[in-house]
């Protein structure tokens, strides 16, 4: 069964930091493109992180500077480390997995049910 697991939010201070993880399982992923994902109230879901089968990068704008995304093929995990957080990163980030072409985004597969993250200032 392909299931997608994000832990690692909670609340903290504007400024502060959090790790996100993903755990993965039921699939290949190693050959997988994987991205982060955040939905703000209000809001719709936006691509916020990505990462490529040879752990090529892409971030948006709003975070770069401030996240980084790596993977742990051999154990299936990926993370979103997250510094310099702001009122606006608020929200509920949602690990995915699915398809790129030269690094870029294309479609997801598959996606976890999201951890909730909260920044207060």
């Known amino acids: 069964q392909v299931q997608l697991v994000e832990s690692g939010g909670g609340s903290v201070q504007a400024g502060g930091s959090l790790r996100l993880s993903c755990a993965a399982s039921g699939y290949r992923y190693d050959t997988l493109c994987m991205g982060w994902f955040r939905e703000a109230p209000g809001k719709e879901r936006e691509r916020v992180a990505t990462?490529?089968?040879?752990?090529?990068?892409t971030y948006a704008d709003s975070v770069k500077g401030r996240f980084t995304f790596t993977r742990d093929n051999p154990k299936n995990v990926w993370f979103l480390q997250m510094s310099g957080l702001k009122d606006e990163d608020t929200g509920t980030y949602y690990c995915?997995?699915?398809?790129?072409?030269?690094?870029?985004?294309?479609?997801?597969?598959?996606w976890g049910k999201g951890t909730r993250v909260t920044i207060s200032s």
């Open positions: 995915a997995a699915g398809s790129c072409i030269n690094g870029d985004w294309v479609d997801a597969y598959y």
């Open positions: 990462i490529d089968s040879i752990s090529r990068t």
